[in-house]
C-alpha cells in the first residue's frame, strides 16, 4: 500500500496525440490534513475513497489506501467535502514500461497540466517523453489537496 510516484510539469498539447485513453474526473477533499488527506473520486462510471498518508521526504512515497464505491454514495459524499471541487481530465499515455497519467485540470486551475508516472521502486528508471517539463514531486503546492484550496488561477 505503499505508493511512489513522480510528478512533472507538462511542456505542450503534444501528450494528446499519444494518449489512449481520457476519463473525466471530479474529486474532493473530505479531509487535506498531510498526515491522512481523505479524498473522493468519481472517475467516468466509477467511485472511490481513498485514504493518503504524509510523504516521505522527497515526496515520491507515502501510504495509500483506496476502495471501489457506488458512484451514488460518491456524489453524496462530494456534497460533505470541504471547498474547492477539482475537475480535470485524465489522459492515459503507455510509454515503454509505464504508463503515465497527464492531468489537464479545469475551472479554478484551467491552464494547469501536470504528469504523474507510478514506479516499483524511487531510483526506478523511465522513458521522459519531449512533453514532460520540469519535476515538482513532492512540492505541495501541486498537491490535488492543495489545488482545492489555492487553486492555480490566485498563484
Known sequence: MIEIERKF???????KKEAQKST???QGFLNTDPERTVRIRIKGEQAFITVK???NASGTSRFEWEKSI???DAEALIKLCEPGIIKKTRFEIRLGD???????FAGTNQGLVLAEI???TENESFL????????VT????YYNSQLSKKPFKLW
Open 9 to 15: 510539469l507538462v511542456t505542450s498539447d503534444n501528450f
Open 24 to 26: 473525466r474526473i471530479i
Open 53 to 55: 498518508g504524509i510523504g
Open 70 to 72: 457506488p458512484v451514488e
Open 98 to 104: 509505464h504508463t503515465y497519467e497527464v492531468d489537464e
Open 118 to 120: 507510478e514506479l516499483s
Open 128 to 135: 521522459k517523453p519531449d512533453w514532460l517539463g520540469q519535476e
Open 138 to 141: 513532492g512540492i505541495s503546492k
